[in-house]
């Protein structure tokens, strides 16, 4: 039997993006943001209040990173999503993560994160408080990949956030094969 909720946009999985960038004295700042997707092959669309210190940021800079937050992470990831910048100006020293500057771009690179984009501003609507960021380098640790070189997600065990039970969880298990299993419908 289905059951019918009240209207909410229920997209899983929601990807716990950590959202870097530096202040006008090159002070790192970093902040959680779950409502970010791909919306071109290499750019991102991140939906960002104004009020925060890391729109500030990249609004001035022109550039911010992505890291792809995981298990190991979890913890300090809230973190930075629960505190403010405005209010505490040196958040990230309680995090003991790991900053260095991007080989890019003008924003810090969280080591502790083993996938991080590297972005240029393209564009931030005010109306709709949406970021889109040019991906210009991806930076990534090798423990991670796959002898092949790619991407293994069961490695990387991203974080994904789900509002409604305010939880964090990761990806499961590789279920089918993208482009070769509906082939057998044909």
Known sequence: M???LKPKAYIY????LIVGTYDENGVPDAMN???GTVCDTA??????SAGHK??????KSGAFTVAIADAKNVAAADYVGLVSANKEPNKLGKTNWTIKKGSFVNAPIIEDFPLVLECKLVSYDTDTEICIGEVVNVSVE????DVKGKIDV??????????EVRGYYTLGKKVGNAFS?????K
Not at 43 to 48: D, E, H, M, R, W
């Open 54 to 59: 890391t729109v500030k940021n990249l609004l």
């Open 33 to 35: 943001a779950a409502w």
């Open 43 to 48: 750019q991102v669309a991140i939906c960002l």
């Open 2 to 4: 289905r059951k019918n």
């Open 181 to 185: 299993d509906g082939l057998k419908l």
């Open 142 to 145: 090798e423990d991670v990949l």
């Open 13 to 16: 999985p929601l990807p716990v």
């Open 154 to 163: 069961e490695k990387l065990q991203p974080l994904c956030y789900a509002s």
